[in-house]
Structures are given as C-alpha cells and as structure tokens.
C-alpha cells in the first residue's frame, strides 16, 4: 500500500521556491556543461521566468487542489522542452513571451503523462522524490494527471491564434495514443522495431517536434524552416528516448533520480531488448520470451548470458546517435547564430549521454 503524504501548502512550504537564478548560473558552471558549451546559459534569465511561471499555475486551480498541484510542478526536471522552445525561437529571431508560454504548456503536459506514466510503471520514485502515485495514491494521481492536462490545453487556448491550440491538441492526443500503443503491446513478442519506433515517436518525440516546430512559427520562420525544425524535434525526441530505455537497463537509480528497470517488469519492449530478440537464435529467443513473460525482474547477467545482450545496447546506442547526426543535418537551414549553435551542442550533450551507456 503506497505512503501518504498530505499536500504541500504553497504559502509554508518555502523549499519548493529556491533562487532559480543561482540554480541555472551553477548548473551552467558544472563540468559537463562547460565541456560540452551547454547551451543554457543562453536562455537563463527566461528559463527562471518559466520556472516561476509554471510554479504560478498552481494558483490557478481550486485551493484545495493547489496543494498537490505545487508539490508535482515543484519537482525541477530539466525542462528541456520549455529551452527548446525558447532556443528555436532565437533561432529564427529571438526568444519572447510567446515562446516561453509555448514551453510552459509543453511542459505541462508533460508533466501530466509522467504522473499517468508512474502509475502504469508502479515507480515509487521520480527525480529523486516520491511519486504522485507513491504520495497519494492512484487513483488521485489519475485525476491530478488530468488536471494538468486540461490546464495546458487551456493555456494554449490563450494563444491569439488557434494555430497553436490545435497543434499542441494533436501533439497532445498523439502523446495519448502513443502511450495506449505502447501499453496494448506490453508483453507483445511479435513488436516489430519499426512498431516500437513509430510509439516512440508519438509519446516522446511528438511535444519535443511541437516546442521547436511551433517556436518556428511563432517567429515567423519560412515553412521549409518549420518543416526541419520539427524534423530536428522529432529526431532528438525520438534518440533522447532511445537513451532513457538504455538507461533503464544500464543505468544508476542514483545517478538517474528514478526508479529504472521496470521497462522488462512491466512488459515493455525497448529497442535493446528488440534487438537482443532479432540476433539471438531460436533456442535463446525462446529463453528469452519465457523469462519476459514471467514478469519477474530480471538479473542482467543472466540475459547476457542467453545471448549478445552487451551489443544489443552498443547497437541501439548506434542507432541513437545517429538520429543526432540527422537532427544536427536538420538544423543546415537556419542562419548562424548562438541559439541554432545552441541546438546542434544539445544533440552533442545527447550524444555524450547516449555514448556513456554501457551494458554492465
């Protein structure tokens, strides 16, 4: 039975309004960052205003919902869809409100399929923190899930065009049925790779393609621009996504901030696991599907021993990076300057990420 936790009062609870400015100006500052000219720095000053913002929205609902509210947007992810918005917007001419309003109702809504994707994992934790689900409860967390994704609608519904409602309202209904395709496969052995690409591309790439797509139009940009700016959103979408299924295999529950290796448990074929099933034999492809579906969790050691699981994810690591070096082709069109520069050093810190993940 899940802990409760009771709901953060807005007003109390200081801890979840920290000085954003210090927290981009140190993060900007760390190694990796400097190493890898971490584009952030750029659009810091808008990212605190973001922060701020989508802290605000809390406000918006029923005082006794607030509550939950400010406790999951006060979880700090990395809010790469807001930037994305902001440094495509600066690409084509330069970052403004219009931009930022467009990554806070991206961001939104991502944060509502994470409350709806905790509760289908059964994860207890999320950035280092409880879950909503492990907080509260399911059955709450279905509810708060939709509350923020009927507020995000809303909020692109402020937007003076209804260009921007309805492509964020099918990028949101893409999001949906992408997450409806991946859960009616779970457990499916006959999931083809071109199958597990095309869920991908719909429960991740499809609000990454919207924030860089959309920031194109609001900017004015040429229709040739717009149409490689979603390109570039759905490659890094889709690559980025490739990354955290390595990680779920591969990674630290430390390092990552969140519960991993429910990928298997829970039935989900990631692009690893699709590629250990085509290279390994008969004998071991049957191995293989027994030990899926017991839905027991399962020791790495023991599918590296039933085939060549260390070059499955060396091969979906492949995969990855290269869509990064389609994502960076992608951006040719745009004219030089600082934020397209900013965009193709994303698909670089990616790559870095991507490149780190080995089977262990």
Not at 10 to 32: C, E, G, I, Q, R
Not at 176 to 202: A, N, V
Not at 237 to 245: L, R, S
Request: charged share 20%; glycine share 6%.
């Amino acid at each position: 039975m899940p802990q409760t936790y009771p709901p953060c009062n807005p007003l109390v609870d200081t801890h979840l309004s920290p000085n954003y400015t210090s927290l981009v100006k140190n993060f900007t500052k760390s190694p990796a960052a400097t190493a890898l000219r971490f584009p952030f720095h750029l659009i810091a000053d808008h990212l605190v205003d973001v922060e701020e913002q989508i802290r605000l929205q809390a406000r918006s609902f029923d005082p006794a919902v607030e509550g939950y509210v400010t406790t999951v947007l006060g979880s700090s992810g990395k809010r790469i869809r807001p930037a994305l918005a902001l440094l495509a917007g600066g690409a084509c001419s330069s970052p403004d409100a219009d931009h930022a309003k467009l990554g806070i109702v991206l961001e939104l809504i991502h944060l509502a399929t994470l409350v709806h994707d905790d509760i289908m994992d059964g994860a207890e934790m999320r950035r280092a923190a409880p879950t909503a689900a492990a907080r509260w409860g399911n059955a709450l967390s279905v509810l708060l899930g939709d509350c923020l994704f009927a507020h995000a609608l809303e909020l692109a519904a402020s937007f003076d065009s209804t260009h921007i409602s309805r492509k964020i309202s099918r990028a949101s209904n893409e999001v949906c049925s992408g997450e409806i395709l991946q859960t009616q496969r779970r457990f499916d052995l006959g999931l083809t790779i071109p199958e597990y690409f095309r869920i991908i591309r719909m429960k991740t790439a499809a609000l990454f393609s919207a924030a860089t797509e959309l920031s194109a139009w609001l900017s004015g940009a040429s229709i040739p621009v717009q149409d490689s700016m979603r390109r570039y959103g759905e490659l890094l979408g889709t690559a980025y996504q490739v990354y955290d299924d390595c990680l779920d295999l591969c990674g630290s529950e430390k390092e990552a901030g969140k519960t991993l290796g429910t990928d298997l448990v829970k039935g989900k074929l990631t692009l690893p696991i699709l590629y250990l099933m085509e290279d390994a034999t008969d004998s071991q492809r049957s191995q293989l599907n027994t030990l899926i579906l017991r839905q027991e969790p399962i020791d790495l050691s023991v599918l590296a021993g039933i085939a060549n699981y260390a070059g499955a994810v060396t091969r979906a690591v492949s995969t990855g990076r290269q869509m990064l070096v389609d994502a960076r082709s992608a951006l040719a069109i745009l004219p030089a300057n600082d934020y397209s520069i900013a965009l193709g050093n994303i698909t670089e810190y990616l790559d870095s990420l991507l490149d780190g993940c080995r089977a262990r």
